[in-house]
């Protein structure tokens, strides 16, 4: 005898819209829910524009191009300088680089304006917190993304003429790439906090850590290699963006002796700072990413995205295919952990240039290797095994040299696919932390957030299809 369907409590796997689960839940069905949304966001003439571009040899091409291009990156930490001395620009004219894509003064929010306040003030060009909003809303301020100048900023990214940069160098072609020096934990000009003690410490930032780190560097028979110690940390617990312990610890390492040999200049009490700051490596991990993401910029018909940067405001991504134009959706909010006394409705939408490190494999594609950054938002470390797997299913490869020990050593997913984001609806997952929307406070917590999916939307309409 066949037995019936109804011999038993029916299972149903239902697509789309949640309502069409809920009468057969109710009913009494074992009912799953996939997470499936129609491909180019149901738009029917992008979806047919997805399908020319899917497996579309000229692309193909290209992907494999811009991949082996950023595998080629060997970033080696050459230098620390003042950002005058690298950046042309900011040598000419009262100009700040600042964290996304493009934004003027009256739109920034409330932890970049109060970073910019900070920044005036560190360069003198005002004496204090009003004269110096009145400089910036008056258009006696330029402003510019650091993305436009080969640098990248975490949170505000605010970027002055006299601020210490890490200068990170392609060995192969000598191209550079610049990130500002971490502050460290707790109240930090890149949170937007403002006051005497933040002011204090770029000062001795500026005038000691800079200086020393940039000796130690120069006297060494061999440039640091940040690719090595990224490779490294994975296996120790890091990811990279959010959790940088295992990295800084041994950056410290590696330095500690040329340090101390620059004690004139500061070299003990960076040794104390860097002791002491777990956050330190996000700096370099984001100029070791923007330098290897850079090797595809430029590379025609590839769909592989080579900048994703958030304002605050705003998110925006740019593709090696579409060269430097920004593609850009509201940005979203951070899920995660708050400090006490703070919460949701305190928060700033996501803010920083540190995605890029997620289109360079970091962050919360390599989430795998770094089961602890799921206290954040309550997960597992199957939470963070799931993730990593779900974001190769975004990208055009795997890194070579960065293995996931959560996922048997895996290389990491390297190089997000425009194509993949728009054909699943998958939104790449960021780690981040959160700042606070008003000026002045800084950071209130920590969390997990998500690329919007307009960006990749809008990047793949104006995607130029190859003839």
């Not at 003990?268 to 910029?297: G, P, V």
Request: charged share 20%; glycine share 10%; net charge negative.
């Amino acid at each position: 005898m066949t037995p019936s369907l109804l011999d038993h409590t029916p299972r149903i796997a239902a697509v789309g819209v949640d309502g069409f689960a809920a009468p057969a839940r109710a009913a009494g069905a074992d009912v799953r829910q996939l997470a499936w949304r129609p491909p180019a966001a149901g738009d029917p003439a992008l979806g047919a524009k997805l399908a020319r571009l899917s497996a579309h040899p000229a692309v193909e091409a290209a992907n494999s191009r811009a991949l082996e291009a950023i595998r080629a990156v060997q970033p080696l930490l050459t230098d620390v300088r003042p950002a005058a001395e690298v950046i042309p620009a900011l040598a000419g004219e009262r100009l700040l680089l600042h964290a996304g894509p493009p934004l003027p003064y009256e739109e920034m929010c409330g932890p970049m304006r109060a970073a910019v306040t900070g920044a005036v003030i560190l360069e003198g060009w005002a004496c204090d917190t009003e004269s110096a909003e009145h400089l910036a809303r008056s258009g006696g301020i330029r402003f510019a993304p650091c993305h436009h100048h080969d640098a990248v900023g975490p949170m505000a990214g605010i970027i002055s003429p006299s601020m210490p940069l890490l200068v990170v160098e392609d060995a192969a072609t000598g191209r550079r790439a610049y990130s500002n020096l971490n502050e460290g934990k707790g109240r930090c000009l890149r949170y937007g906090a403002l006051g005497a003690d933040v002011s204090a410490r770029l000062r001795w930032m500026g005038e000691r850590l800079g200086p020393s780190l940039g000796a130690a560097l120069r006297a060494r028979r061999e440039p640091l290699n940040p690719r090595a110690l990224t490779a490294q940390a994975l296996l120790m617990g890091d990811e990279c963006h959010s959790r940088n312990t295992a990295a800084s610890a041994l950056f410290a390492r590696e330095l500690a002796p040329d340090l101390a040999r620059q004690a004139a200049l500061g070299g003990i009490e960076a040794l104390d700072f860097l002791r002491d700051n777990d956050y330190w490596f996000l700096n370099l991990s984001m100029a070791a990413s923007k330098l290897a993401m850079a090797a595809a910029e430029g590379i025609a018909h590839s769909t592989v995205v080579t900048t994703f940067a958030r304002n605050g405001v705003r998110v925006g991504i740019r593709t090696a295919g579409t060269g430097a134009e920004w593609y850009t959706a509201p940005a979203a909010m951070v899920e995660g952990l708050y400090f006490a006394g703070y919460g949701p409705e305190d928060a700033n939408p996501d803010i920083g240039d540190s995605a890029i490190t997620e289109t360079h494999g970091l962050g919360g594609f390599a989430l795998a290797a770094a089961p602890a950054i799921t206290g954040f938002v309550g997960g597992t470390p199957a939470l963070a095994r799931r993730v990593s797997r779900e974001m190769a299913r975004l990208t055009v490869g795997r890194h070579h040299d960065y293995r996931l020990p959560g996922l048997d050593f895996a290389g990491s997913p390297l190089g997000i696919d425009l194509r993949a984001v728009v054909d699943t609806g998958h939104e790449p997952v960021v780690t981040t932390g959160i700042a606070h929307r008003e000026p002045g406070i800084g950071q209130i917590g920590a969390g997990l957030t998500t690329a919007p999916l307009d960006c990749f939307v809008q990047a793949l309409a104006a995607f130029p299809e190859p003839s």
